[in-house]
């Protein structure tokens, strides 16, 4: 039976509370002799911070280094307003996607169809949608230099942000895209501005070439980000996997995301290269909320980003695609049979907590898995 070690950093606020509903679920999957998970838990953020003064230890980073994969909760909250910038809560997963060389960010944008009525587009554009934004993580306009605010002679000030790519780095999200695709519906859009920039034209390029020489099985269409973000809103079911750089990515994820409802129900994951001896790859999986202060601690957290979020675990580090899905149609089975947490509440719908949602999609995951 296969074996993985993860570490949980389940951090402040609600990923606390969120985190126990997967340990549950991880305990499941021990007991029923899927696979054997060997898990090891630290601290990260405020929590961090309080014990050891840092956001992250150099102890839990090595932990993180030797995981097969990291399920991280959420940091961060008021109490930690004042922290110094260089250890503030954030910091902690910072330096987990910097020491990690998680380049490549996975938000799945899925509707459940007991959730379409929520979305703000209309139902049959969004009922059954399953779009995966791979996002560029590591470079791009947020981190090249020059970036700087500087007063000119005449007193007016001039900021510059700078955008770089170069070969490799386009190279190897666009093979990560390629490959998702092939799990999934077979086709990639590559969203960039090659007619006004020059990292665009540069990015259409080797996206081009990596298709021909890596990936020709795979559909692959280019488009304008501005148009992709327009077809988002307009017909988003065309879309299977949708590769972009870290501007674009960051704001087509959460145009996309919008489309499914609820910050409690998305997951996302964030992949490192592929080591070429193990075949392994380092990888960090994580819900899109943050730590929700004002309902912290109080049983009321929507659990499904995160348990959705081990989900993507199953499937991207655990070649579990099986157990993944059962993961996935448990989420939906709950929600077909009207269990709502606040986040979510409709009317008629049964309303529950945080433990009882947890609880729900357990007992449907024994059902599903006989
Ligand atoms: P947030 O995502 O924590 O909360 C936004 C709103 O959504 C709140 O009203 C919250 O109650 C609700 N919400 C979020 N997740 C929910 C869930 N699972 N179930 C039910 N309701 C949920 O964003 P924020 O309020 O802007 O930030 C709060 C703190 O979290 C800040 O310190 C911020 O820096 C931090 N943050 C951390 C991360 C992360 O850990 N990756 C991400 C975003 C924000």
């Not at 379409?116 to 560029?136: F, T, Y």
């Not at 666009?174 to 077979?186: M, Y």
């Not at 993507?312 to 939906?332: F, K, T």
Request: with cysteine; net charge negative.
């Amino acid at each position: 039976m296969a074996t993985f070690n993860l570490l949980l950093l389940p951090g402040d606020g609600i990923g606390v509370e969120t985190m126990v509903e997967v340990e549950r679920i991880i305990d499941f999957f021990n007991r029923s002799g899927r696979a054997t998970f060997n898990t090891q838990s630290d601290l990260v953020g405020g929590a961090a911070y309080d014990a050891h003064g840092v956001a992250i230890t150099d102890a839990a980073m090595d932990k993180a280094q030797k995981a097969d994969a990291v399920i991280f909760g959420s940091v961060g909250g008021p109490k930690w307003a004042d922290v110094p910038y260089a250890v503030r809560p954030e910091a902690g997963l910072l330096r987990l996607r910097k020491d990690l060389g998680l380049f490549a960010n996975l938000r799945p944008a899925i509707c459940y169809p007991a959730l379409a009525d929520a979305s703000s587009l209309k139902r049959e554009l969004v009922e059954g949608l399953d779009i995966m934004i791979v996002r560029e993580l590591t470079g791009g306009v947020y981190f090249c230099e020059p970036k700087e605010i500087v007063t000119l002679e005449n007193g007016e000030k001039r900021a510059i942000d700078t955008q770089i790519y170069t070969t490799s780095e386009i190279e190897r999200i666009a093979k990560a895209a390629f490959d998702l695709a092939r799990k999934r519906g077979n086709k990639v859009h590559s969203a960039e501005k090659h007619n006004v920039m020059r990292t665009g034209v540069l990015w259409k390029e080797v996206v081009t070439e990596v298709h021909r020489s890596y990936a020709p099985d795979v559909q692959l269409e280019h488009i304008l980000a501005d148009n992709c973000a327009m077809q988002l809103v307009r017909n988003p079911k065309q879309f299977d996997v949708i590769v972009t750089d870290n501007l674009f990515g960051d704001v087509l994820s959460d145009e996309a995301a919008m489309a499914t409802g609820s910050l409690g129900m998305l997951p996302s994951a964030s992949l490192g290269a592929v080591d070429a001896t193990t075949g392994k790859r380092k990888a960090l999986y994580e819900p899109v909320h943050g730590s929700a202060p004002d309902i912290a601690g109080k049983g009321l957290a929507n659990p499904i980003a995160t348990i959705a979020s081990f989900g993507m675990a199953l499937r991207y580090s655990c070649d579990m695609g099986a157990e993944a899905d059962l993961v996935d149609q448990a989420i939906a089975g709950v929600l077909a049979a009207g269990y709502r947490t606040g986040d979510i509440m409709q009317s008629g719908m049964k309303q529950v907590g945080t433990a009882e949602m947890g609880g729900a999609i357990l007992d449907e995951l024994k059902k599903l898995a006989g």
